[in-house]
């Protein structure tokens, strides 16, 4: 029986040749013992391929999601779903959607979970306001164009309105001493004689 050589030695005490398989062509030794270093090279971390998530939410969880994250009426809901709204509240019961229905619910979710990802202050102040060239959020939830198109422009409007407020409340406050304050709001108190 053969022993092995520790991969060390093996670029340096004989030549090895490698046939690739497929390419035509060979490996040196030097190339030979580059690739035998990096398949036994602890540093080495590789990450095995992830599946892709798959989505295991019940369509009507999908359709809450959008209904929360977009903080809409149920009329608006069943407007950009379109169907009624007894529709989507068998929906939100448990009764599966039909045919493309499911597929423009898991869409809308995803968009959804995107605005929610984004942290957007107060997007339901947003979403019926005409900020996008003229047209709403919920305009544009309504038809078959990408919302995600919007998210951008609406993260900046909503950002810039926070910080509005957030100036907005110390700015071009006079502070007053605490005797301005007793004197404007106290009641004068009478000695008895």
Known sequence: MQSIKPRAHIASEVPLWIWRAGTGGIMTPHSTAEVLNRIHDPRIHVEPPRAK?????SPAEHVANIRDVF???????ASILGVTRPTVYAWLAGQEPKGEAVIRIQQLSRAADKFNQANIIRLDKLVHRPILNGRSLLDILKTDEDPLEALAT?????DK??????ESKGANKHLKSLDDVLGESSVAIYERS
């Open 71 to 77: 903080a809409i009426s149920m009329s608006d809901l």
């Open 161 to 166: 309105e926070a910080q509005t407020r957030r």
């Open 53 to 57: 998530q798959t989505d295991m939410r």
């Open 154 to 158: 609406i993260k900046a409007i909503a």
